[in-house]
């Protein structure tokens, strides 16, 4: 993977609609067909909302990173908040696809990313990566 | 009956207005439906399902982006309709917007059509 990409940023909300344009457009570089770009910002979309609305509680004013890194094979997305550690029990696969409230955000994700790993090692708050590939998903 | 605007609403990326059909109340909404904007869609949605408005149409044709929250907002729309007998129907979803509605299970759950017409004539 080449690190290719960085976001710094603050979780305020409008600021949405900046992350989507720039998550498309690293998305058309790496090579993505239209369908797939949407689902990618989709994805980053809602990680993202997920964090402003839960970790960190609606204040626009704490940081975001998000890390773009490019391969042949696809694209990776590290996002990275400085809230409190989640509980990783709460960050499991949803076993249903219907819409409960509060519940669709996480489930979106898994269906748009081919890999999603919650809890990734960092100092402080958490980090997410997310793995969409070009092709079909890898094994 | 021409439709005519009662109202317009804007948040940025996108705009909500209103209009009255033969008896629906169309609320079209425009541009992208997120976190920062779907707040303005809950008002409008909650404006006229206080009024108990029969039908209530949500014309998705200009919408190019939808999250959870401009879903779970739809959701929370069609829940307030049914408490007085009302119904929520969705007009000219795009491609991208089917898909999510789609994948919630929520193009079984709302009436869907393809015009704003036959949306208003479900009522």
């Known amino acids: ?139 | 009956m021409p439709l005519g605007e009662v109202q317009r609403k804007e948040a940025g990326l996108m705009e909500v207005s209103s209009s009255v059909a033969d008896g629906a109340v169309v609320v079209t909404v425009a541009g992208e439906v997120d976190l920062y904007t779907s707040p303005k869609l809950r008002h409008e949605i909650v404006h006229w399902a206080q009024k108990e408005t029969p039908s209530l149409v949500v014309d998705l044709g200009s919408v190019t982006y939808m999250d959870s929250s401009g879903i779970a907002t739809l959701v929370e729309g069609l829940q307030l309709t049914r408490t007085y007998g009302g119904a929520l129907i969705i007009a000219r979803p795009g491609p991208s917007i089917r898909e999510v509605l789609g994948f919630a299970h929520l193009d079984k759950v709302f009436p869907i059509f393809d015009s704003i017409e036959e949306a208003v004539e479900e009522q």
């Open chain 1, 1 to 139: 993977m080449e690190r290719a990409f960085e976001i710094r940023t603050l979780s305020d909300p409008r600021l949405l609609s900046v992350i989507r344009a720039a998550t498309a457009q690293m998305a058309q570089v790496a090579g993505f067909e239209p369908k797939k770009i949407e689902q990618i910002k989709l994805a980053v979309d809602e990680v993202c909302t997920n964090i402003i609305r839960h970790t960190y509680k609606a204040d626009p004013n704490k940081e975001l990173i998000l890390v773009f890194s490019l391969s042949e094979k696809g694209l990776e997305i590290d996002i990275q908040d400085f809230g409190e550690k989640l509980d990783p029990s709460v960050l499991q696969k949803p076993r249903t696809r219907r819409f409960k409230p509060g519940g669709l955000g996480l489930s979106l994700i898994t269906s748009m990313i081919d890999e999603i790993e919650f809890s990734l090692p960092t100092s402080v708050g958490n980090k997410c990566r997310l793995v969409k590939y070009k092709g079909k998903k890898q094994v």
